[in-house]
């Protein structure tokens, strides 16, 4: 690349780096400043875009792992701790999802906070998954379970502020309203697909939930028999670590039932479905990466097709249909939905 060509694009990066992270420092001093709303810190966008939800104007929420960051190894960092202080209330998703050690310590330390995933276990044990025993945290994906968490929602806000109880509540009723609805309409596009052709295969093991909900047929949901729907290279967390065994493992899965498509997501890197791309390569299989990632630990950006939870998921339901619904040969052609 050409000296001054080079030093315009670094001076742009520096800028709009620069620029940004100012914006988010002048959000944060918004955020943290008195104005009788409660202060409420999520970790996830996705348990902030709910809580957020049940809240309205009565609070203003903050989110804690922006972007792309990924949840399960979030490390506090300077001005972190702040935020916890100048909250009058916490959620994380639980289940291990954030295991950073120092922001699992924060807040399994902090008592105004509240891990949704850990409640909704509490209620219906059965519903979570262990995954090669350990706890599945991607409770999300199964939209009609996430719902579960805005009980928990509404009473940390009626405990703290019990006055405003009614509102509240009837914002949490209006919610769970509108997850039933974005529950059916991610089966609804999902039943579109022939039971034949419904097989997912992503970067890391997050869609089990979603596999159970919305790839299984009915009678697969019971048991574990669901499981042959969705497979991952990586584990729980994402780690692009492969070994030959994991690669072959995906390899064997994807002949077997005849899968010719691979889903990025889009805060894990690539490189591990390109590995199965090439491994399958080598043994005459033609497999395609599907050209608009999911959304799996992280919402997208304000302004695109995954800025709230309930859009994140139908967006995850319409390109999942989508792919498998085409033919081998239609399968790169796809556009995002
Ligand atoms: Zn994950």
């Not at 022939?194 to 596999?211: G, Q």
Request: aromatic letters at 8%.
């Amino acid at each position: 690349m050409r000296p001054i060509i080079a030093t315009f694009i670094m001076s742009c990066f520096v800028f709009l780096t620069g620029c940004g992270q100012s914006e988010r420092q002048g959000e944060v001093r918004r955020w943290m400043e008195p104005n009788g709303k409660l202060k409420v810190l999520s970790t996830t966008a996705m348990v902030n875009d709910l809580a957020k939800e049940v809240g309205g104007d009565l609070v203003d929420a903050h989110v804690l792992i922006i972007g792309e960051l990924n949840p399960h190894s979030y490390q506090l960092v300077k001005g972190d701790d702040e935020k916890f202080n100048a909250a009058d209330i916490i959620f994380f998703n639980g289940l291990n999802l954030e295991h950073g050690p120092s922001l699992k310590k924060t807040l399994y330390e902090k008592k105004n906070a509240y891990g949704l995933g850990d409640l909704i276990q509490n209620d219906y044990p059965s519903r979570i998954l262990n995954v090669k025993n350990e706890l599945d945290p991607h409770i999300w994906m199964d939209v009609s379970l996430f719902s579960e968490v805005i009980p928990h929602i509404v009473k940390a806000y009626k405990d703290k502020d019990p006055k405003n109880g009614p509102f509240y509540e009837e914002r949490g009723r209006l919610l769970r309203e509108r997850l039933g609805q974005a529950h059916a309409e991610v089966k609804e596009q999902l039943a579109q697909v022939r039971p034949e052709k419904r097989y997912l295969v992503t970067s890391h093991d997050a869609f089990n939930y979603f596999a159970r909900a919305y790839l299984a047929e009915d009678r697969e949901q019971k048991g574990l028999s669901w499981q042959v729907r969705f497979q991952a290279p990586e584990g729980l967390a994402p780690d692009s670590q492969l070994s030959a065994i994991d690669i072959k493992a995906i390899i064997d899965h994807m002949m077997k039932y005849q899968i010719h498509v691979l889903f990025p997501e889009s805060n894990v890197s690539q490189d591990s479905i390109r590995k199965i791309v090439d491994a399958g390569s080598e043994r005459g299989m033609k497999l395609h990466i599907a050209r608009c990632p999911l959304y799996a630990d992280a919402m997208g950006p304000p302004g695109s097709s995954g800025d709230t939870y309930v859009k994140m998921m139908v967006y995850n339901a319409k390109t999942i249909a989508k792919h498998l619904q085409a033919s081998e040969a239609d399968a790169e052609k796809q556009e995002c939905p």
